[in-house]
């Protein structure tokens, strides 16, 4: 009886083998959320067709693989094929069958259940990420603090590990520090600090951390050792942040001082004023809009405003032919730690221009009338009978002057031109600084040129210019 059963065994495995063509699997059936999971299909046959699988219950197929195995039975050879699947699956599904073509004909696999189940952190685990903060409440704009902890165990074993960063929709990051590694009992701590800014008001989360470490773990396929990379995700917690939004309108937030200087305060006239303006502080410096201010009669160039931690500066450039004040430069902001609105501002600045045009006084000649409007009876002099009785003499002689300048200027035009080309020096690398600004937006060669030019008035640094590209860019404008 005993040998019987065996038989009927046997016989029953053979059936179900020589009948299957395709099956499935999945390895491990039961995981935790985050850790990956293999789907495997085993066909027989001498040939089929590799099915078109893009993800496996939604999710994302991470990597391929296949083996091949060829085998002897009563005197008949078998092939025998595996295609292995790598995914990480969020909830439990139901793996569907899968139609295969095999040897001309198709073939569907059978269907698998696949739990998932929630991972549990356990602070003596082999590897744990962990994401503190020293606010969860703040302002839109306001900076903080995010630290990310992770531990791992020492002798821990990894063949291979991939670290997948937070992520910060909602959020600036403002920066991000080097990694600093410490060692505590048994565990090597790696902390990493986020300066993040909220974006907008309401609820925002910061997405947990992953690691996902690899271990070599060996699996019996057909009788056979084959070794296989095993992959297990390890991840943080989530942080939600309150974000409340700035009062009075108010778009920027934190504690600033600002200032604003120049090379110097007298120059001739049409002669480039290069001034900086910089803000420092800790907020929300990003948005913190150009400084450019409007000035009747001066030419206003501004350049990109620059970052740098917790310093913003950006250059101004301003061109007049008559004196002018540079206006006060100010700065509107929500003080946290006071919780009120302030205003801070630089001093106006006083521009001297040598050779500027001076404004013509007004002669103010009164009228020949025996009465004012109160009635009141006036003498004429003799010197206002003068003025009015030779009024008409001058407006003649000027509209006669002025047609034959006109005339005169019109005939002699070319050689002002040529004139004046003459006498713009392009050595003079402020002044082909103000006169390209204008372009540099829509021409890449003017950009390159300004770029040099202000490495050399602004910096150190000297960079010979291409004279033939200036000479180019300078007629292409019309600007010689």
């Known amino acids: 009886m005993k040998n019987l059963g065996k038989t009927v065994l046997f016989l029953l495995l053979l059936t179900t083998t020589s009948f299957a063509k395709i099956v499935a699997n999945v390895n491990p059936s039961v995981v ?18 590799k099915p078109n699988l893009t993800d496996i219950c939604g999710n994302e197929i991470i990597s391929t693989g296949s083996q091949t195995s060829t085998q002897l039975i009563n005197g008949h050879y078998s092939k025998d094929y595996i295609l292995m699947y790598e995914f990480t699956p969020t909830k439990s599904c139901v793996i569907p069958s899968v139609e295969v073509e095999v040897d001309g004909k198709l073939e569907k696999s059978n269907s698998i259940n696949l739990r998932v189940k929630k991972m549990e952190r356990d602070p003596n685990a082999d590897f744990s ?8 409440e703040l302002y839109v704009g306001e900076p903080f603090t995010v ?24 959020f600036w990051k403002k920066s991000e520090s080097r990694p600093i590694r410490y060692e505590e009992s048994e565990f090597i701590t ?28 060996g699996g019996n396929n057909w009788g056979r050792l084959i070794p296989q990379v095993h992959w297990k ?10 974000a409340k939004a700035l009062p009075n309108n108010v778009k920027i937030v934190g504690d600033f001082t600002i200032s604003a200087r120049v090379e110097k305060t007298e120059v001739h006239a049409n002669e480039a004023v290069n001034l900086i303006v910089e803000v420092q502080g800790n907020g929300n410096l990003e948005d913190i809009e150009s400084f450019k201010p409007y ?5 206003v160039f501004d350049e990109k405003i620059e970052l740098q931690q917790n310093r913003l500066h950006q250059k101004l450039v301003f061109v007049g032919d008559k004196d002018f004040t540079i206006p006060a430069f100010e700065l509107i902001y929500f003080d946290i730690e006071t919780e009120q609105v302030k205003k801070i501002e630089t001093e106006p600045i006083k521009i ?29 002099s003799t010197k206002e009978v003068v003025v009015e009785k030779y009024n008409y003499f001058y407006i003649s002689f000027a509209f006669l002057s002025g047609l034959l300048i006109g005339i005169v200027f019109m005939l002699f035009q070319p050689k002002l031109r040529q004139s004046r080309s003459k006498k713009f020096d392009i050595r003079d690398e402020k002044l082909l600084l103000v006169k390209l600004l204008p372009y540099k937006d829509n021409d890449k060669d003017v950009a390159e040129v300004v770029q040099i030019l202000e490495e050399n ?9 291409d004279k033939k590209l200036l000479k180019e860019l300078l007629h292409r404008y019309s600007l010689i």
């Open 295 to 299: 000035i009747v009669g001066v030419n």
């Open 32 to 49: 935790y959320e985050g850790e990956n999971a293999t789907y495997t299909l085993n066909i027989s046959g001498s040939s089929f067709h």
């Open 457 to 465: 008035i602004y910096s150190k640094s000297k960079e010979t210019l």
């Open 129 to 136: 990420l962990t994401l503190k903060t020293d606010k969860k």
């Open 352 to 380: 001297k221009v040598n050779g500027s045009l001076k404004t013509t006084p007004v002669l103010k000649v009164k009228r020949d009338t025996n009465t004012t409007h109160s009635g009141v009876k006036v003498e004429p």
């Open 147 to 170: 630290a990310l902890l992770v531990r791992e165990k020492k002798g821990a074993e990894a063949d291979a590990s991939k670290f997948i960063a937070p992520e910060f929709k909602g």
């Open 233 to 242: 995700t390890y991840s943080s917690n989530n942080i939600e942040i309150s």
């Open 190 to 217: 790696t902390k990493i600090l986020y300066k993040l800014a909220p974006q907008r008001a309401g609820k925002l989360v910061v997405e947990k951390a992953k690691l996902k470490i690899a271990t070599r773990v």
